[in-house]
């Protein structure tokens, strides 16, 4: 693996590693995502039937090439009729990333941190598939 002092040009810092007998590789430490200008409440205002994700089990266990990806919902609630209607269990998500993020309906007022490097707005998207037993 070639580092930018080694390739004779000027760090970006964007390397991280896994421990200390690893070498360094490009990574993201620190993501945003710019604010929106629809409120959280407004998003759920919208929705006739639908859900609010807050926590995922498995990120990042999909298919990079293809986009294609299949998560279990950890934390979430039901939205019936632009109310929240209670907790949600035992349901999957599934989708397309890439088609999800061209299908973005709004892009919530207010980001949070989430784990400490991310920090996100909410998101509301239409283009998921919801399976449950």
Request: net charge positive; charged share 15%; hydrophobic share 40%.
């Amino acid at each position: 693996m070639m580092l930018a002092a080694g390739a004779g040009v000027e760090t970006t810092g964007n390397g991280i590693r896994a421990g200390f007998h690893s070498s360094p590789s490009p990574g993201v430490s620190n993501l945003t995502v710019p604010e929106g200008n629809t409120s959280f409440s407004d998003m759920i205002k919208d929705i006739k039937e639908g859900m609010i994700i807050d926590q995922v089990l498995g990120l990042g266990q999909g298919n990079v090439l293809s986009g294609v990806f299949s998560i279990n919902v950890q934390l979430g609630f039901k939205i019936k009729n632009g109310k929240v209607a209670g907790r949600i269990k035992n349901v999957m998500i599934a989708g397309n990333a890439f088609q999800v993020l061209k299908d973005i309906v709004a892009v919530g007022s207010e980001a949070r941190w989430v784990s400490g490097q991310y920090h996100f707005p909410h998101v509301y998207v239409k283009s998921l598939s919801v399976s449950t037993n």
